[in-house]
């Protein structure tokens, strides 16, 4: 059985409609899927008993902005490497290098994320050595590998021109997870035909066909452990369900923090937590435009548009002062990724325009419902919107004309929708220590209680899917990785 809190399955991967529009909240590109043969594909294939089909994103998938100049990452991997030599004729072999240490990085993810999965005894034996190599990646700053390879700072700036993605800049960021995105595109970008919510739907037939069963509007509140091993979960509404295996995937912080309220080692939990930190929080404004991509000449890349070359201080500058520039504006078309969009809604496109946003600016409005937040939250909507806006305009002038319909999203509709207590965007951040955190894996001390989902692998679609995989071989004891 599957409780969803939300009135809707899929978490991020679900999508939302207003008038005649529907935006993704939480998909925008995935690599690798369009290579049968990939594990993320054959994993995809499997739980969607292959009804899950992709659509592959132009060759240029990425475009990473600066006042003075723009950059296209361009797939495959040897276009890549061309393009970015090219603008950077002077740094080719650092280019080169920095290639071969992505891959690197990369593959010894392979037995640390392993590793997780084993059961504990082997698991411990087998850390320093299954770990190590991986440690070595990880335990180091995006910037700081980064800078051993080239001094220009534009390099360095464009090379990390995706950190969006995983959701810190580079000099906190570990570098392990700037390469695990960086090598996830490297092949391009795909989109889910028949847009994001296909993920859910595929999966729910499948689940349902296997006789499981899927409920929307069932928050758990608590799980209950009785003599040590997990048997019950408490719904918000009161209910409560038993269970041999209880899987938690809604947060390490909503696991831990408030599930666990009343275990005896509650305490021990919460200062468990305090070993890692939550994501910022973002705002998206949600665009529609009354003709088609088309008809408009808008291509899928996403355009990421930045003030300046250095990620760390366009951040600390907008930390300190919300008037200041975004420090990114990404920008995502879901209707021109998705080839049958015009089917459903001819003559109309989709765009939506992501910047970061913290929580303490928003969480004043917090006691207001959903929707009824009042005038003064409504009035700091507009005006980031506009601020947004003529970003967007600025680089994608024919939207302009086309303007139908905005509506922009806060760290309080993540909270109130996504249930992440800060509004977080990602879980918890990628820095180097939280790859030192070997409590993130799916079996805990309660028997009978496993943890899945982003906080366990790392954030990406991709990478929450292979922490389920994890987590079915911890509890049935078994690689499932080798049934790919
Ligand atoms: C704006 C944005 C853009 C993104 N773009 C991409 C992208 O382009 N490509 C990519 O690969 N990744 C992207 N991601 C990341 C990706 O969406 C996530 O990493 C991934 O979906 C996380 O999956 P998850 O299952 O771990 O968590 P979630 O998707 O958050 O699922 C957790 C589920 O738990 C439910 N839940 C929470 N509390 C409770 C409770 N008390 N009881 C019952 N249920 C509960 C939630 O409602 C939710 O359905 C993006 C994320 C965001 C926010």
Same mark, same amino acid.
């Given at each position: 059985?599957?409780?969803?809190?939300?009135?809707?399955?899929?978490?991020?991967?679900? +999508?939302?409609?207003?008038?005649? =529009?529907?935006?993704?909240?939480?998909?925008?590109?995935?690599?690798?899927?369009?290579?049968?043969?990939?594990?993320?594909?054959?994993?995809?294939?499997?739980?969607?008993?292959?009804?899950?089909?992709?659509?592959?994103?132009?060759?240029?998938?990425?475009?990473?902005?600066?006042?003075?100049?723009? =950059?296209? /990452?361009?797939?495959?991997?040897?276009?890549?490497?061309?393009?970015?030599?090219?603008?950077?004729?002077?740094?080719?072999?650092?280019?080169?290098?920095?290639?071969?240490?992505?891959?690197?990085?990369?593959?010894?993810?392979?037995?640390?994320?392993?590793?997780?999965?084993?059961?504990?005894?082997?698991?411990?034996?087998?850390?320093?050595?299954?770990?190590?190599?991986?440690?070595?990646?990880?335990?180091?700053?995006?910037?700081?590998?980064?800078?051993?390879?080239?001094?220009?700072?534009?390099?360095?700036?464009?090379?990390?021109?995706?950190?969006?993605?995983?959701?810190?800049?580079?000099?906190?960021?570990? /570098?392990?997870?700037?390469?695990?995105?960086?090598?996830?595109?490297?092949?391009?970008?795909?989109?889910?035909?028949?847009?994001?919510?296909?993920?859910?739907?595929?999966?729910?037939?499948?689940?349902?066909?296997?006789?499981?069963?899927?409920?929307?509007?069932?928050?758990?509140?608590?799980?209950?452990?009785?003599?040590?091993?997990?048997?019950?979960?408490?719904?918000?509404?009161?209910?409560?369900?038993?269970?041999?295996?209880?899987?938690?995937?809604?947060?390490?912080?909503? +696991?831990?923090?408030?599930?666990?309220?009343?275990?005896?080692?509650?305490?021990?939990?919460?200062?468990?937590?305090?070993?890692?930190?939550?994501?910022?929080?973002?705002?998206?404004?949600?665009?529609?435009?009354?003709?088609?991509?088309?008809?408009?000449?808008?291509?899928?890349?996403?355009?990421?548009?930045?003030?300046?070359?250095?990620?760390?201080?366009?951040?600390?500058?907008?930390?300190?002062?919300?008037?200041?520039?975004?420090?990114?504006?990404?920008?995502?078309?879901?209707?021109?990724?998705?080839?049958?969009?015009?089917?459903?809604?001819?003559?109309?496109?989709?765009?939506?325009?992501?910047?970061?946003?913290?929580?303490?600016?928003?969480?004043?409005?917090?006691?207001?419902?959903?929707?009824?937040?009042?005038?003064?939250?409504?009035?700091?909507?507009?005006?980031?919107?506009?601020?947004?806006?003529?970003?967007?305009?600025?680089?994608?002038?024919?939207?302009?004309?086309?303007?139908?319909?905005?509506?922009?999203?806060?760290?309080?509709?993540?909270?109130?929708?996504?249930?992440?207590?800060?509004?977080?965007? =990602?879980?918890?951040?990628?820095?180097?220590?939280?790859?030192?955190?070997?409590?993130?894996?799916?079996?805990?001390?309660?028997?009978?209680?496993?943890? +899945?989902?982003?906080?366990?692998?790392?954030?990406?679609?991709?990478?929450?899917?292979?922490?389920?995989?994890?987590?079915?071989?911890?509890?049935?004891?078994?690689?499932?990785?080798?049934?790919?």
């Amino acid at each position: 059985m599957l409780l969803e809190k939300h009135f809707k399955v899929g978490g991020w991967t679900h +999508t939302f409609r207003r008038n005649n =529009y529907e935006w993704d909240v939480g998909i925008h590109y995935i690599g690798e899927v369009h290579k049968p043969w990939s594990p993320i594909r054959r994993l995809f294939d499997r739980i969607s008993d292959g009804e899950l089909k992709w659509h592959k994103m132009d060759d240029n998938y990425d475009r990473i902005i600066f006042p003075d100049k723009h =950059y296209n /990452f361009i797939c495959p991997k040897t276009r890549f490497i061309k393009e970015l030599s090219d603008y950077f004729p002077d740094e080719k072999q650092a280019i080169q290098d920095y290639i071969q240490l992505i891959d690197q990085s990369v593959k010894t993810g392979v037995s640390y994320f392993g590793n997780k999965a084993l059961p504990n005894l082997i698991s411990n034996l087998s850390y320093p050595f299954m770990t190590r190599k991986f440690m070595s990646f990880a335990g180091r700053t995006t910037y700081d590998v980064i800078s051993g390879l080239t001094k220009n700072e534009k390099l360095t700036g464009v090379l990390t021109g995706q950190w969006g993605d995983h959701g810190l800049p580079p000099r906190q960021s570990s /570098f392990a997870m700037h390469a695990m995105v960086a090598r996830h595109y490297l092949d391009g970008g795909n989109y889910p035909i028949g847009s994001a919510r296909r993920i859910a739907e595929t999966i729910t037939d499948v689940i349902e066909k296997q006789g499981g069963k899927v409920a929307v509007n069932a928050g758990v509140d608590e799980i209950c452990v009785k003599n040590g091993s997990a048997e019950s979960v408490i719904l918000e509404n009161g209910d409560k369900l038993s269970a041999p295996i209880i899987i938690s995937g809604s947060g390490i912080l909503n +696991t831990y923090g408030r599930f666990l309220r009343n275990h005896p080692h509650s305490k021990k939990f919460k200062e468990r937590l305090k070993k890692v930190q939550q994501t910022e929080s973002f705002i998206c404004l949600f665009i529609g435009l009354n003709k088609s991509a088309q008809d408009l000449g808008i291509k899928n890349t996403n355009l990421w548009i930045y003030p300046g070359y250095d990620h760390d201080k366009n951040v600390s500058n907008y930390q300190s002062d919300q008037e200041a520039e975004f420090p990114v504006v990404y920008v995502s078309f879901p209707s021109a990724k998705d080839p049958v969009y015009q089917e459903k809604y001819p003559n109309n496109a989709t765009m939506e325009a992501i910047t970061l946003a913290h929580w303490s600016w928003w969480d004043k409005w917090g006691n207001g419902a959903w929707k009824k937040r009042g005038d003064e939250y409504e009035a700091e909507k507009e005006n980031l919107s506009q601020r947004i806006l003529n970003k967007v305009f600025k680089h994608v002038p024919k939207a302009k004309d086309a303007l139908d319909y905005y509506e922009l999203s806060t760290p309080l509709t993540v909270k109130s929708l996504a249930n992440y207590p800060l509004g977080e965007m =990602y879980g918890i951040n990628h820095t180097p220590k939280r790859f030192k955190q070997r409590w993130l894996k799916p079996k805990t001390e309660i028997k009978g209680l496993y943890i +899945t989902g982003q906080d366990m692998f790392t954030v990406g679609v991709s990478s929450a899917l292979l922490s389920g995989l994890a987590t079915v071989s911890s509890i049935l004891k078994k690689n499932m990785f080798k049934t790919l």
